[in-house]
């Protein structure tokens, strides 16, 4: 089991980093998912994976008596789950906002690079009006 | 005071809550804003007194004991890490105030900032790794925030650089948490300690430890992934370019001063690639200074070389070198925030961020030609300014271990520094002022709400420098403790065997 979990993260992990050095912006997403789910896989082949009971302790007892499911790893994959999402939602809206400004997602094409040393345009206008001293 | 080290982070967190009902009123809610900071300046000094006093303090979140459950704890580092933090974040409360305009107010720039100060604090104090992540995705959720909500919501080919590289980042981190809990059985730091020294798969530990090397070289902008630093901050507003300059990066050094005290002290290999990425990363930073004509550009550069310094300090692992990263972090993170404030103060009182349209304020604002002439030639190193004895003791620890290569790279990056900031000096203060400036861009009255911090951090900056003894007596106390680590790591177990 551990043998073919090691195999799918690899799998997952060559797939993604494929996806994200693409240079196109909405297959970066695609490939952060990938590697969101790849990595959540092997937080939970590292916490040793065997058929096993839940960790319950059973009635009369005070400590666990048989090997049981290891608790932290789902804990810690769920919080990973969780942030994935709002990173996700993040990405979405940033390309959204990008594509409306460039009329491009891919990076490496002119509208998207900038000319360094570019002087800033006019002067952002303070307003100091609406703030009051 | 049981809880002391959890207000650093929850007292932000509860006055970003509060701020959320003042978005309609800019006024009200930078007087909350500002009462916050305040707060959390207070509480920082209160968390420093403490820490003086009793060394480490701890805090088992829920009353799980450790490594079972999460805990913060302060040591010295953390104390004095803490404590910039609020200084940082009460200046640009303060500057924030004429510099943000009522849309931004709206879009949330108070309650993000102090989310953001919240997460900051939160990766200082944090005594487990998991935790660290989650302080860490809490900062990158709301730098991405102010990033996207700029002044100018143009440009985003540069925040798109700085999310996809920060996201990177985190990705590295959660794989090498992954991998550590796999080999260990652990995630708490100090139990760590002592369980990833017995690990036998060496390779594995090291391959880790690489892993989190590469993510937080990401967060700091060392060679050669720096790229997004140069490219994302100059599109920023003034006051959040200050906090990200003087704060986020840092968090990226401190993480790794953490990791390679406390988490890895076996791991020599990570060291010796440190060692060399530190040169390079001090070298490019200052060349790729030299080249620019936009204020905002070249301080961005010089984060970069001047983090090449603290990751020095830290690769040569002596007492002398890590006491000198220490006040070298300290130093730092007060000048480059304060000259991220006066390059804002530059384009109000000169019309424009770059030096080829702006002459001559040294003759028309004087105060404000002190406030940039003292952390410029702090940043350059110049006695007896702070910046003169971070590098003195960073330049001597090279030489006392025998890494005469690496003392000339720093004092030669010190020469180029110096080059920068007088090329800074000449073009926006001394030179007469071109007459190519749109007059609607100039505001020759600098508010006194934006000159204030810009000065106050000055006077620090000097103060700094007169009373350095204390300071290098304080970071020396706290290097040898990180480098002998069993007081935090019995403080943090709290007697477990």
């Given at each position: 089991m551990e043998t073919l979990l090691a195999g799918l993260v690899g799998l997952l992990f060559a797939a993604a980093i494929y996806l994200m050095l693409s240079g196109v912006l909405v297959r970066f997403v695609f490939g952060f998912v990938l590697i969101g789910n790849a990595i959540n896989l092997l937080i939970f082949a590292a916490g040793r994976m065997a058929h096993t009971r839940p960790p319950l302790i059973p009635d009369g007892q005070a400590a666990l008596t048989s090997p049981a499911a290891n608790a932290l790893p789902q804990a810690l994959i769920l919080t990973a789950i969780v942030i994935g999402f709002a990173m996700i939602t993040f990405l979405l809206v940033l390309l959204y906002r990008t594509y409306s400004q460039t009329g491009t997602l891919d990076a490496d094409d002119d509208a998207f690079l900038e000319e360094t040393g570019r002087v800033a345009e006019a002067c952002a206008v303070d307003s100091d009006a609406e703030v009051g001293p | 005071m049981i809880l002391l080290p959890a207000l650093p982070i929850l007292l932000p967190l509860a006055v970003a809550i509060l701020l959320v009902f003042f978005r309609g009123d800019p006024r009200r809610a930078q007087a909350v804003a500002m009462a916050g900071a305040v707060g959390h300046l207070a509480v920082a000094v209160a968390l420093m007194v403490e820490v003086v006093r009793h060394e480490v303090l701890v805090l088992w979140v829920g009353n799980w004991p450790a490594p079972f459950g999460i805990c913060l704890a302060a040591d010295m580092l953390s104390a004095v890490m803490v404590l910039i933090t609020a200084v940082i974040h009460t200046a640009v409360t303060v500057y924030a105030r004429r510099d943000i305009d009522a849309p931004q107010v709206r879009a949330g720039f108070y309650p993000i900032l102090q989310v953001l100060a919240a997460g900051v604090c939160g990766a200082f104090l944090t005594g487990d790794l998991f935790n660290l992540y989650v302080w860490f995705e809490v900062m990158l959720m709301a730098s991405f925030g102010l990033?996207?909500?700029?002044?100018?919501?143009?440009?985003?080919?540069?925040?798109?650089?700085?999310?996809?590289?920060?996201?990177?980042?985190?990705?590295?981190?959660?794989?090498?948490?992954?991998?550590?809990?796999?080999?260990?059985?652990?995630?708490?730091?100090?139990?760590?300690?002592?369980?990833?020294?017995?690990?036998?798969?060496?390779?594995?530990?090291?391959?880790?430890?690489?892993?989190?090397?590469?993510?937080?070289?990401?967060?700091?902008?060392?060679?050669?992934?720096?790229?997004?630093?140069?490219?994302?901050?100059?599109?920023?507003?003034?006051?959040?370019?200050?906090?990200?300059?003087?704060?986020?990066?840092?968090?990226?050094?401190?993480?790794?001063?953490?990791?390679?005290?406390?988490?890895?002290?076996?791991?020599?290999?990570?060291?010796?690639?440190?060692?060399?990425?530190?040169?390079?990363?001090?070298?490019?930073?200052?060349?790729?200074?030299?080249?620019?004509?936009?204020?905002?550009?070249?301080?961005?550069?010089?984060?970069?070389?001047?983090?090449?310094?603290?990751?020095?300090?830290?690769?040569?692992?002596?007492?002398?070198?890590?006491?000198?990263?220490?006040?070298?972090?300290?130093?730092?993170?007060?000048?480059?925030?304060?000259?991220?404030l006066v390059s804002g103060l530059v384009r109000q009182a000169g019309g424009s961020f770059s030096l080829k349209r702006v002459g001559g304020l040294y003759s028309s604002h004087g105060l404000l030609a002190i406030g940039f002439f003292i952390p410029a030639f702090s940043l350059a190193g110049f006695p007896p300014l702070s910046g003169f004895w971070a590098k003195l003791l960073i330049i001597r620890a090279s030489i006392e271990s025998g890494q005469y290569l690496l003392a000339v790279v720093a004092a030669l990056v010190g020469l180029l520094t110096i080059f920068s900031m007088v090329k800074i000096w000449s073009e926006a203060f001394w030179k007469t002022a071109p007459d190519a400036v749109d007059p609607s861009c100039v505001h020759p009255d600098l508010s006194a709400w934006m000159l204030g911090p810009v000065l106050a951090l000055a006077l620090v900056t000097v103060a700094l420098g007169i009373f350095m003894g204390p300071v290098i007596d304080f970071s020396m106390a706290a290097a040898e403790r990180l480098l002998d680590p069993q007081a935090y790591i019995r403080a943090v177990l709290g007697g477990l065997p």
């Open positions: - | 990033l996207v909500m700029g002044p100018k919501p143009g440009r985003l080919a540069g925040a798109v650089k700085y999310v996809a590289l920060n996201l990177l980042a985190t990705l590295f981190f959660i794989t090498a948490i992954g991998l550590i809990y796999g080999m260990t059985g652990t995630l708490n730091m100090a139990d760590l300690h002592a369980k990833a020294a017995a690990v036998e798969n060496r390779a594995l530990l090291t391959a880790a430890a690489m892993l989190l090397m590469t993510a937080f070289g990401i967060k700091a902008a060392l060679f050669p992934v720096f790229f997004w630093l140069p490219a994302a901050y100059h599109t920023l507003s003034v006051p959040v370019s200050a906090f990200f300059a003087g704060m986020l990066t840092k968090v990226g050094v401190y993480a790794l001063i953490r990791m390679f005290t406390l988490v890895f002290s076996g791991v020599d290999l990570a060291l010796d690639v440190l060692l060399v990425i530190a040169a390079l990363t001090m070298l490019f930073g200052v060349v790729g200074a030299a080249s620019q004509m936009e204020m905002r550009r070249i301080l961005g550069f010089h984060i970069i070389s001047q983090v090449g310094y603290m990751v020095l300090g830290l690769a040569l692992l002596t007492p002398l070198a890590l006491a000198g990263a220490i006040v070298y972090l300290v130093h730092h993170i007060i000048v480059k925030a304060n000259l991220y």
